[in-house]
């Protein structure tokens, strides 16, 4: 019979006074049921996505560190106007991390050959020690695998390979992608390369074109340029790209990859017309690195649609026999497309330090963090 376990686990609430409250709480797992396995967590990513639960709205220039160098806390003000949003998690502790990796340490009786396995997981709860959850929920890791290894083998991963999915799913042959140096706009590069599909990578400096250079991407175009516009439609044009997946959503990017594909479109049109080109353009916003308004200048007439993309949602829509085929991917080429790459790695306490939230906080192209539960 298996024992209780207790570990810590991060969470995050904001308060009805407005105030954002990071703690590490105790938490003791009953055994496992039949199907269920627990999993001592030894590796998760801070991913884009998990920064909206743990930072939430709140004034990260306002941050106070508290309690002890074991259990500390951090406390941060959130602005009167976004609170508004924040109704449905007032008072409510809630646990942070969306995948991770780490060694099953107990298993039901339908997951005893997962018993001291590697794996990788996803659920949400993973900044914690211990993490009880559905076995079909869990992937073994390849032989020879780390837990850093398969702890970012899901959110990224499938949302690259969603990517292409949803382009071949409707119609199109080529893509533009924002942020385009991130760990996704790697992989996505690498997929795009060994499946002989078309990629426009947006970057914003130098640097960023270079490490993307260095993967073997062919069209790169550099946002801060004076002839941004100019050679994004040129890029547009040379690989018919009609469909876009901006990771920005703040601001008019969004609204000139629309304009680009209409400029492209309309070099080969045999006339004029007053409702633009009939070639159908499309982008989805699946980020927000802008938080800030989406500003479009409708200049690409009316062929066109702007909307978001999620990654649960468009699993869920896909089925189980895609959503398979793809995580067989991800662990077939997990050490070559789909590896990340991590400026640090830092435990839980260190991830409630004022200095290291500021670091990742700032989601910097090229540094990703990844906490070790365990450490």
Known sequence: MSEALTGLELRSTVTSGGELQLTL?????????????????????????DL????????????????????????ATIPPQRMRAMTAR????????????????????NARHLLGKKVGMIGGAMYTQYRKLPARD???????????DGASMFVNPLTALGFVETMR????????????????????????????????????????????????ATHIVDSSAPDFEAVLADAIAETGATIGFDAIGGGKLAGQILNAMEVAANRNATGYSRYGSTTYKQVYIYGMLDPGPTIINRTFGFSWGLCGWLLTPFLMKAGEEVIARLRQRVADELKTTFASHYTATISLA???????????ERKTTGEKYLIDPSA
């Open 25 to 49: 709480a105790e938490v003791t797992l009953d055994p496992p049921g039949p199907d269920e396995v627990i999993v001592r967590v030894e590796a998760a990513p801070i991913n884009p996505s």
């Open 52 to 75: 909206g639960l743990l930072l939430g709205p709140a004034d990260i220039a306002t941050m106070k560190a508290g309690g002890t160098a074991d259990r500390p806390t951090l406390t």
């Open 90 to 109: 007032l008072d409510e502790p809630m646990p942070v991390g969306n995948e991770g990796a780490g060694t099953v340490v107990q298993a039901g009786e």
């Open 138 to 148: 869990v992937i073994i890791l390849p032989e020879g695998a780390s837990a850093a």
């Open 169 to 216: 799913a409707e119609g199109h042959k080529a893509i533009v992608h924002t942020a385009a140096a991130s760990n996704l706009g790697q992989m996505l590069n690498k997929i795009c390369l060994a499946d002989s599909i078309p990629l426009v990578n947006i970057v914003r400096n130098d640097v960023q074109a270079a490490i993307l250079r260095g993967i073997g």
């Open 350 to 360: 260190d991830a409630l330090r004022p200095e290291i939230v500021e670091a990742y």
